[in-house]
């Protein structure tokens, strides 16, 4: 037991001869102004080293955050550069496209003008041949009324040709009779019946003489021959 007392004595009092000393070596240390400055020192550079990490820690961020602003700015700025290139050529192909239609717009409004006189013209000419056509008609029928009413002149100057002729040749006759018969001679008789005369003609005529589909006028034969009329030829009444 005395052994242990006297260990545990002994170490105790090394220890505290030893902090003892530790504490004189701290107390002469800071009586030595050299070393508070060294340690002020060191404690200032120490502040300054760690203000200047957080301020280029800082700087770095900011720089890099302002790099990266920069970086997309200009991607942006690249884009709205590419999308102004692209409306730009739009709007130069909408203005070129333009251009054609307001072309294709005159061309067809001067076709359509172009149209619309020649519809003009020919309804003009169409209407001219209309009257035209409506002229040459009236005068056509006139024509023809003309050309029957020539007709039924020629019928009666060929009834008149053909009775001048019988009556010169009947004259002859009658002549060459009277030279032969005397004064004492008595005339004939003639056998008197219904004939028909036409309103222009000087001939008589039987009842179904064509010559009569104009005008049938009856008379007594013997005064249709007592006003100068002669018999047809056609019909020999």
Known sequence: MKKE??????????????EENEVEE???????KKNVAIVILSFLLLC?????TENTTASNTTVSTSSNSIVESSEDVQKLNNEK?????????????KGDLE???????????DLQNQVTTLTTEKGDLENKVNSLTTEKSDLENKITTLN?????????????????????TSTTSSSTQTASSAPATTTSYTVYVTKTGDKYHSGGCSYLRKSKIAKDKASAIAQGYTACSRCNP
Do not use: I
Not at 5 to 18: A, G, I, L, M, T
Not at 85 to 97: A, G, H, R
Not at 103 to 113: C, F, G, M, S
């Open 5 to 18: 007392e006297k260990k545990k004595f002994f170490w105790k009092s090394k220890n505290e001869n030893k």
């Open 152 to 172: 039924s002149e020629k019928e009666d100057l060929q009834e008149q040709l053909t009775s001048a002729t019988k009556s010169t040749a009947k004259a002859r």
């Open 48 to 52: 300054t080293a760690s203000a200047n």
């Open 103 to 113: 072309n294709q717009v005159n061309t067809l409004t001067t076709e359509k003008n």
């Open 85 to 97: 290139s692209e409306l730009q050529n739009q709007v130069k192909s909408l203005t070129t496209e």
């Open 26 to 32: 701290k107390k002469s240390f800071w009586k030595d």
